[in-house]
């Protein structure tokens, strides 16, 4: 599985963006998908993640309220949608999938990672 995430920008705080996240290779319904975040000097921390069904899904404490993970089996993509943006939210945003349903929140149980978009909002 390949996976490419775009749809960063500059946003003000209570701004709202989406990422997608658009996969390629067969079967991408059998696997969870997930979104991280790196923000400078920190580590890569777990945002969301929803199932191959897209019936389950889990969020951060942090965006709780805020963002919601959906998905497209149809055209192979997950979507971020970022709601109600604040400084703190500024990283660089990484999807990643896996075919089990194991460990969600660790970046360690993802096998296919994204390139990063970056996205940053300003007070």
């Known amino acids: 599985v390949q996976l490419q995430a775009f749809g960063g920008g500059l946003v003000q705080a209570g701004g709202s963006l989406r990422l997608s996240c658009a996969a390629s290779g067969r079967a991408f319904s059998g696997y969870v998908v997930a979104w991280f975040r790196q923000a400078p000097g920190k580590e890569r921390s777990f945002i969301a993640s929803i199932s191959g069904s897209g019936r389950t899904t889990y969020y951060a404490d942090s965006v709780k309220g805020r963002f919601t993970v959906s998905r497209d089996n149809a055209s192979n993509t997950v979507y971020l949608w970022m709601d109600n943006l604040i400084p703190e939210d500024t990283a660089v945003y990484y999807c990643?999938?896996?075919?089990?349903?194991?460990?969600?929140?660790?970046?360690?149980?993802?096998?296919?990672w994204g390139q990063g978009t970056q996205v940053t909002v300003s007070s």
């Open positions: 990643a999938a896996k075919a089990n349903s194991r460990n969600n929140y660790s970046t360690t149980a993802y096998n296919y």
